[in-house]
């Protein structure tokens, strides 16, 4: 993975894979990070950002090609979409499976709660 495309100053803390970010720092990274096409059912193509949880607790942006089977794609405009709307100084991520929903969280108010659907990898 190229060194400019690694993003870790933003992941503070893990528990499981729930990641506790910078909330700026995370939606900067996802605005300039690598950005995958996919084409949907529909055959429209969109934007992915692929999100990878290291063994060390860092969230990654990873370039296409690059994928791993645990990572997690998302449409790239919804999730800025749910970061600007959180517009927190921190904020909590729960990844689990490649097509589970990532949940979006704030740390202050543990019931309020974005979900994220997943978008398929596999070409």
Not at 23 to 37: C, D, K, L
Not at 68 to 92: C, T, W, Y
Request: with cysteine; glycine share 14%; hydrophobic share 35%.
């Amino acid at each position: 993975m190229g060194a400019g495309h690694r993003r870790k100053g933003y992941a503070a803390e893990t528990a499981g894979r729930r990641i506790t970010v910078d909330g700026a720092a995370f939606r900067e990274a996802v605005r300039t990070g690598p950005v995958r096409g996919v084409r949907g059912q529909d055959g429209d193509s969109s934007g992915v950002s692929v999100l990878r949880v290291g063994g060390d607790g860092t969230l990654t942006l990873c370039e296409d090609g690059e994928e791993e089977p645990d990572d997690i794609g998302v449409n790239r405009e919804f999730l800025l979409d749910l970061l600007a709307a959180g517009a927190q100084e921190r904020l909590s991520l729960e990844l689990g499976a490649p097509m589970a929903p990532l949940a979006i969280r704030r740390p202050d108010d543990d019931g309020a709660f974005s979900l994220l659907m997943p978008v398929r990898l596999e070409d």
